[in-house]
């Protein structure tokens, strides 16, 4: 059954990441989506210069209008968040939405592989603790988990300290975790606290040697289709999973990775 979906998330100027990615996947999927770009970015980060417009009055007013006009939302999904003013706004915003009955799910971006990304500064993590604090599911990825969480990154976990990462943030308001790219006890895997279940969860996988940019944007938003759909948490994530690995491996020769996976030529991944 389709659901009407709000994205808020930066739009890129080139590159199949953020809200390019999303409403590709989302829409092919079957719902209605309404976009509201936290910022407009010139290009994917990657290529070491950019330009970033923050567009905190243009979502102000769209907010104001929407609501004059009656829009209403089943799932609002939060991505870049810009500034503490875009961070005040749009945490209220989906604190509105979560009383009124909509699902909010929080990709808090800020960097990977230890380190925060080029243009995100620490107060950065402030803003997104106040998103986890109203989310009913997060997807950070280890990075930016461990931000959050305030706790040491490494290279490689034990299950302990990945249980205890994933109940922290279930601890600061997160209904439900799922952190990727992390490694535990030597393996690649996804893990997560599944809050309607109460229980911990990991699902391994096979690293594919290649990076390109806007997977983790790709696994959300299937993540995402998945659970509104009514898909149980873990089997969402573990089809996301699925999804990603099998486009990645499919454009693994693409001489271009900072542009993306060019996932319309993919699409028939998703109806598996």
């Not at 699902?103 to 997104?128: Q, S, W």
């Not at 898909?231 to 999973?241: C, D, F, G, I, W």
């Amino acid at each position: 059954m389709s659901k009407h979906i709000l994205l808020v998330h930066d739009l890129a100027g080139y590159g199949k990441v953020s809200l390019s990615a999303m409403m590709t996947v989302l829409s092919h999927m079957g719902h209605h989506l309404y976009t509201l770009p936290t910022a407009l970015v010139s290009n994917t980060l990657d290529y070491g210069k950019f330009y970033i417009q923050e567009t905190t009055e243009y979502m102000r007013q769209s907010l104001k209008v929407w609501a004059e006009l009656g829009f209403s939302f089943d799932v609002v999904s939060t991505g870049m968040i810009l500034s503490a003013e875009q961070a005040a706004l749009v945490s209220d915003f989906c604190e509105q939405s979560a009383k009124k009955g909509a699902l909010v799910f929080v990709d808090p971006i800020m960097g990977d592989e230890g380190k925060l990304y080029n243009g995100v500064g620490e107060e950065t993590i402030a803003h997104m603790r106040k998103m986890v604090a109203v989310a009913d599911c997060i997807v950070p990825n280890y990075t930016e988990a461990a931000y959050l969480a305030d706790m040491p990154y490494h290279e490689d976990m034990t299950e302990e300290e990945a249980r205890a990462l994933t109940i922290r943030l279930h601890a600061m308001g997160a209904k439900s975790v799922v952190v990727t790219s992390a490694k535990v006890d030597g393996e690649n895997c996804v893990v997560g606290y599944d809050g309607t279940e109460g229980e911990f969860f990991r699902i391994p996988f096979d690293l594919i040697p290649v990076r390109f940019v806007g997977t983790g944007d790709i696994f959300a938003a299937v993540m995402l289709g998945r659970l509104v759909d009514g898909v149980p948490l873990q089997e969402s994530t573990h089809r996301a999973m699925d999804a990603v690995r099998t486009m990645i491996d499919r454009n693994r020769d693409k001489e271009d990775k900072y542009l993306g996976i060019p996932i319309e030529t993919c699409l028939e991944v998703l109806d598996e």
